[in-house]
C-alpha cells in the first residue's frame, strides 16, 4: 500500500495533515483580522472580504502544500484539496450553526474554492525541497 502511495506521489495522510496546518493558518489569520477590526478604524464592508481573502489564500496553501509532496498533476492535487477544503468548511458551518446556504453565490465561493486550490497546486508542484 505504501508503495502504491509513493509510485502516485500523493499520500494521502500527509495531504490531511496539509489540510490541517492550512485550517490551523486560517484561524491565526482570522484572530489577527479580527483584532485589527478591533482596534482599527477599518469599516464593517471589510468583514466579508477579508474572510474572502484569508479563505482563498488558506485553499492556496493547502494546495500548494499537498501537492509539493506529489511529482507530477500539482493542478488537480490543488484542485482537489481545494475542494476538500471547502466541503470541510461547509460541513463545519452545517455543524455550528445548523443550517447550510446553498445558493449561486455559495457554489461560487466553491468554484473559487477549486481554482485557488489549482493555483496553489500549481505552485506547490514547483517548489524545490
Known sequence: MKMAQE???L???R???NL???Y???VVLVMLFALVLCYSDISEEWISRGAR????FSVALAGALCA???KRGGWLIGGVSGILYMIVLYALGYMIFGEIELSA???LRVVYGLLAGIVGGIIGINMKK
Open 20 to 22: 490541517m496546518t492550512a
Open 68 to 70: 509539493k509532496s506529489g
Open 7 to 9: 509510485k502516485s506521489g
Open 53 to 56: 481573502l484569508i479563505t482563498l
Open 24 to 26: 490551523a493558518v486560517t
Open 15 to 17: 495531504c490531511v495533515l
Open 11 to 13: 499520500g494521502v495522510g
Open 105 to 107: 453565490a455559495s457554489m
